[in-house]
Each structure stands twice: as structure tokens, then as C-alpha cells.
């Protein structure tokens, strides 16, 4: 893939008939053919495979909250182990890669000379110093630090305590204690007497799901849901239910929330930047739930607005 993107742009360079284009063909092919790209490059691709699992998991709306915990710490030691013991062989594989394509690699006991600025205006450093601790080590930080904002020890401990509802294996996950935590963060819907009632409906509750067939064979929250509404056990263990549909909301309104971000750049952008509020949630709505518009005729569209007014003829 390197060889045939410079490919690419090598016929860029020489055959386009604009000025501007060659121009900046040439530049990215001389950032291309540098040591820095090729690092930073496989550094990138290190990182990415570390947290990829984590990232498909975090983003599927049928979220298992306790594999993706279990992600999120061994994301973190993984680039903590990266961070101890892989730089010599990020090093070696750059080098061979380099020597492949006939990039120079500089002597890391020389001293760093940053690319397009002053050497007299940077403070004096080796490259392997540039290289390790500028680049390699600030990077896997920069990646640990965000791990632990977006999963810090309270967001944790929520996300733990919402493992307990998890039904695999016979509902091994339970934990009453934790569980009424859970439900302390919510004194809008569960007052001092919920909470003391929800106390003794957990042991009636976790009793009655472990001696019953349809129950013990289950393996999310999600499936758990839909049993106790199939069995009317939501309307037996209605605290227990609210405590469920909590942790299934929780989880994928975060995702949900993240991608109609993303979206509204998409949508709302420079040359819309005074689409109101209503056009703006108009849009949104057929992007983010493309599943559902998917499954609509088109003919179905075409008489819902066929009927909206008088035309002059059909659509």
C-alpha cells in the first residue's frame, strides 16, 4: 500500500497539468520518504491494533458492558507494556522498512535536527531522545490519559455495578450491595423506601431467576429485559426492572450521543452554518437511523408526500 501511494503520487507529480497539485504531490511525497512518517506511521498502526477491539465494542449499541471493562483495562496494559518493552522493536521494524524503500535513518546519538525550523531555536537533544520520549513515549501517554478521563474511578465503579445484572452463567455476576449502589445514583427515581424495598425484592428476585429455566440459559442484559416482560416478571420485580432498563440505556445513549456528533459535522457544516435548529434535527434523524429509513419503500415516501398537498401531477 506505502509503494503504491507513492506510486500514485510520483504520476501526480509529473503528469498533473496543475501547478498546485504537483506541487503538493511533491511535498507528500517528500514527508512520505522521511523517518518520521515511517514511525510515526507503525506507531500508529501499534496503537490502533491495541485498541481496535475496544473501539468496536465501545460503538455497537448492543453493548456488553462487562467484556468492554474487561477492554478497557487490558487496552491499558497493553500500551503500558508497549510503553516498557516495544520501543527497541518498533525501532528494528522501522529500520528494516526504511532500508526497504531507501529512507535514511538517522544515528540516534546524533543530535536532533527538527525538519523546517531553526536548530539554534530548539533546545539540544539526541534523537533518540526526540524519537523515544518526544514522540513514542508522549503519544502511548497521550493515549493512557484519555483511557483514564473517559473511564475514570467513579465512571468505573458505575459501569461495574451495572455488571452485577449481567444473567451469564447462572447470574454469577451478582452483587446485592453493589446493586443498591447502583441505585442510590438515582434518588430522582428511587426514594429512601424504593431503596429499602429494592433491598429485600434483589434476594426474593436473584432466588427466583436461578431456579428458573428460562432464566438461567440467558446471556445479556438485553435478553434478560425481554424475558421478565415476556414472563411478567417486570411487573413482580419492578425495581429490579427500572435498574435493568437503566443499564441498558445507559451504554448506548453514550454511543448514540457520540455518533449524532460526529453526524452533525457532517450535516452541519461551512456552507450550512445557518441551518436552524428543526431543519438541522430533520437531518440528523434519517442519517443516524439509516437501518430504519433503509427499510421504508421508497413508494411508501412518494404517497406520504403525494398526500401532504394537491399537485399538479403524481409523483
Known sequence: MYASVLEVLE????ECIHDQQSVEAG???NAMESFDFVLTLHLMIDILGITNELSQALQRKDQD???AMKLVQVS????QMMRENEWVPLLEEVSRFCN???IEVPNMDSKFKPRGRSVRKCKEITNFHHYRVDLFYAVIDMQLQELNN???????????????????????????????????????????????????QLSTYIVDMRT????????????????????????????????????????VATATVERA???????????????????????????????VFDSVPNEVIMQHYQKMQSRMQSL
Open 11 to 14: 504520476i501526480v507529480k509529473e
Open 27 to 29: 511535498v507528500l511525497i
Open 65 to 67: 458492558i462487562i467484556n
Open 76 to 79: 491499558k496494559q497493553r500500551l
Open 100 to 102: 526497504v524503500f531507501e
Open 150 to 200: 473517559r473511564f475514570s474511578e467513579s465512571n468505573t465503579k458505575l459501569l461495574l455495578c451495572v455488571t452485577c445484572l449481567n444473567p451469564s452463567n447462572m447470574f454469577s455476576a451478582y452483587d446485592k450491595g453493589k446493586l443498591i449502589r447502583l441505585a442510590e445514583l438515582y434518588p430522582a427515581d428511587f426514594s429512601m423506601i424504593d431503596l429499602v424495598s429494592l433491598e429485600h
Open 212 to 251: 428458573s429455566e428460562e432464566f438461567t440459559s440467558l446471556t445479556s442484559i438485553a435478553a434478560l429485559a425481554k424475558q421478565m416482560v415476556k414472563d411478567k416478571k417486570n411487573v413482580v420485580y419492578p425495581l429490579v426492572y427500572k435498574l435493568i432498563i437503566f443499564a441498558l440505556a445507559l451504554p
Open 261 to 291: 456528533f460526529s453526524t452533525m459535522k457532517i450535516i452541519k457544516h461551512r456552507l450550512r452554518s445557518k441551518m436552524g435548529d428543526a431543519w438541522l434535527n430533520d437531518c440528523l434523524v434519517p442519517y443516524i437511523e439509516k437501518e
